[in-house]
């Protein structure tokens, strides 16, 4: 079985400053993990993912995350926050080959504040 | 380039009925994995399918089924719709089973909100 926790509901930011979002997941054997972002009404767009190799992953809009695999956590971020990347977003992971079976976190709401 | 297409995109049921969701994936993709996002929460798995085949199917009671076409679009299938139905529900497209290049990130369209009443 494997699990994606996002201990924080909603992170608030002020423009311009770091931003960390929280994820830590559990599984059974070599984790594939992925962070999506979701806007108001519309699907999850796919922002990076750690397979295997430098554990700093650098992904689309300026954001990156970092895989610990010691903690199992997988926490995403960004140098300097913008208003625009205000969304909800989403941590998953997967372990087997089956590429559409994805377990999915509950989601962290990011707002930045001007 | 389309992306991922489903529709309706909104749609409101009656309990009891049926519904029916459909997926265009990605040219060139050929897996196609269903999720059911309610308020609040995480999507869920539902199904996957890959050429025309079912494989892998979430905790979903038998209420639920799916297919896919040659062209390797998708339809979903909800009988007896009971209120606890309503959600986004999310299509996602990849490149088939991971493996190789296929690190297996995947390709959601806007989704088709179900409102059962």
């Known amino acids: 079985a494997q699990s994606v926790a996002q201990p924080e509901d909603q992170v608030n930011v002020a423009e311009g400053n770091p931003l960390t979002v929280k994820c830590t997941y559990s599984v059974s054997g070599n984790p594939y993990l992925f962070w999506y972002v979701q806007y108001p009404n519309r699907g999850l767009q796919f922002l990076l993912k750690y397979i295997t190799g430098d554990n700093l992953v650098k992904g689309s809009y300026g954001f990156e995350a970092e895989f610990n695999k010691s903690q199992t956590s997988f926490h995403l971020k960004k140098p300097s926050a913008l208003v625009s990347d205000s969304a909800l977003y989403f941590c998953a992971v997967r372990v087997n080959t089956n590429a559409g079976k994805s377990t999915f976190g509950d989601g962290t709401t990011l707002t930045v504040k001007p | 380039d389309a992306g991922v297409t489903q529709s309706p995109t909104h749609l409101i049921k009656t309990r009891g009925q049926h519904v029916t969701l459909r997926c265009s994936p990605i040219?060139?993709?050929?897996?196609v994995s269903w999720y059911q996002q309610v308020l609040g929460q995480g999507p869920q798995f539902i199904f996957q399918y890959y050429e025309k085949e079912e494989r892998g199917r979430g905790n979903f009671p038998d209420r639920f089924s799916a297919r896919q076409f040659p062209n390797y679009s998708s339809e979903l299938n909800v009988n007896a719709l009971l209120l606890g139905d309503s959600a986004l529900y999310l299509c996602?497209?990849?490149?088939?089973?991971?493996?190789?290049?296929?690190?297996?990130?995947?390709?959601f369209g806007e989704g088709s909100r179900l409102t059962v009443l």
């Open positions: 996602a497209s990849s490149l088939g089973l991971a493996g190789g290049a296929n690190t297996g990130e995947l390709f």
């Open positions: 040219s060139g993709h050929k897996s």
